[in-house]
C-alpha cells in the first residue's frame, strides 16, 4: 500500500512576480521547529556555531541585486527585509537568470544547510521547513512597524507562536 503525500500548496500568490524591485519581508523556519541556533535568555538572543553560520550565509546574500535591512536570528527561525534592487539598463540577463527572491532564498537555505551538516557530520539532512513567509512591503509606515516586529522579537519569544511548546 502506498501513502501519497499532500499536495504542498504555495503560500506566494501565483499572479505576483517575485523580481519586482522592492522590499520583502521573509521568515523561515527549521525542520520541525528545531531550536538549534542557540537560546534567548533575558529577552537577548544568543547563537551558538550554527546560528554563527547562519547569520554569516545571511549576509553573504548581499550582491548587486539584492540589500539586506533589518534580520534577526531566533533559536528556529529567522526574520529578515531583503530588497531587491531594479534592473539597470545594463544589466545584461542573458548569460544569467533573472534575480528574483525565491531563488535568493533558496540558495541561502542551500548554503547554510550544506555547511551545517558539514559541522554535524551528517549528509542531506533538512535543516529548513519546505518553503517560506513572505510579505511584499508596501509602504514606509509597514516597513517601520516590521523592523520594530524584528528588532523586539527576542523580547516576546516567551509568546512566539513558532516556539516549541
Known amino acids: 500500500m ?6 504542498r500548496i504555495s503560500p506566494q500568490p501565483k499572479d505576483f ?7 520583502y519581508f521573509l521568515t523561515l523556519c527549521t525542520h520541525q521547529k528545531t531550536c538549534i541556533f ?3 535568555i533575558d529577552g ?6 550554527l546560528g554563527k553560520i547562519v547569520l554569516e550565509e545571511w549576509s553573504e546574500l548581499e550582491e548587486t541585486y539584492f540589500k539586506l535591512d533589518a534580520f534577526i536570528l531566533m533559536p528556529n527561525h529567522v526574520h529578515g527585509v531583503v530588497w ?5 539598463q545594463k544589466t545584461n540577463l542573458l548569460f544569467q537568470p533573472k ?3 525565491t531563488k535568493l532564498i533558496s540558495r541561502f537555505k542551500m548554503r547554510s544547510a550544506k555547511r551545517i ?26 516597513l517601520t512597524h516590521i523592523r520594530e516586529y524584528i528588532k523586539h522579537n527576542p ?6 507562536r513558532l516556539r516549541p511548546r
Open 117 to 142: 551538516n558539514e559541522l554535524q557530520g551528517r549528509q542531506d539532512q533538512p535543516l529548513w521547513q519546505r518553503g517560506y513567509w513572505d510579505r511584499v512591503v508596501r509602504d514606509e509606515t509597514e
Open 2 to 7: 502506498t501513502i501519497s503525500q499532500p499536495t
Open 155 to 160: 523580547k516576546k519569544w516567551a509568546l512566539d
Open 38 to 40: 542557540g537560546n534567548v
Open 17 to 23: 512576480d517575485y523580481s519586482t524591485a522592492g522590499a
Open 99 to 101: 534575480p528574483n527572491i
Open 84 to 88: 531587491l534592487k531594479g534592473l539597470s
Open 44 to 49: 537577548k538572543m544568543y547563537s551558538n556555531a
